[in-house]
């Protein structure tokens, strides 16, 4: 098992909370990954919680194209707590969160990062030969009304 994060720190946290001898944690961005990495060793599973948001629409098929060549033929993809496009303003569901939005519009970010539609992540998906399922947040968990995770395998 293989854990990547670009912050040291979070690497740091994981050494030490989530220590294992059949895991390795290594530092990088996850464009910075290549084969030394992962020494032959192929992935089963594929697991990005909470990091999608900081990726753009472009990036998207650059990283499933970077990933794919280290996984296994069935590979599972699980990307989860995903910001949804079409329930954006659940989130800026107040005022000051309104004006922020506003604000950073202005200045051509967003607070979140990258909200994705499910058609569009569902588009990009495809183009690599995957097929995938959606699956809300149950109401009353956190980020449920404008989250959600997607599921992907090879078709």
Aim: aromatic share 16%; glycine share 8%; proline share 3%.
């Amino acid at each position: 098992m293989c854990g990547v994060d670009f912050s040291a720190e979070m690497i740091n946290v994981a050494n030490q909370i989530n220590a294992a001898s059949n895991i390795r944690y290594v530092h990088s961005d996850v464009f910075g990954l290549n084969s030394s990495h992962f020494s032959g060793e192929l992935f089963s599973k594929v697991l990005m919680y909470g990091a999608l948001q900081h990726l753009n629409r472009g990036e998207l098929e650059r990283l499933l194209n970077l990933i794919i060549p280290f996984c296994e033929e069935h590979v599972l993809f699980v990307f989860g707590f995903i910001p949804n496009q079409e329930k954006k303003w659940r989130f800026y569901d107040t005022f000051l969160k309104k004006t922020k939005a506003l604000y950073y519009k202005i200045s051509g970010h967003d607070l979140i990062g990258t909200w994705w539609s499910k058609h569009e992540i569902e588009r990009r998906f495809n183009s690599v030969g995957m097929q995938c399922q959606f699956a809300d947040i149950p109401k009353g968990r956190y980020g449920f009304p404008y989250r959600f995770h997607v599921v992907a395998r090879r078709k």
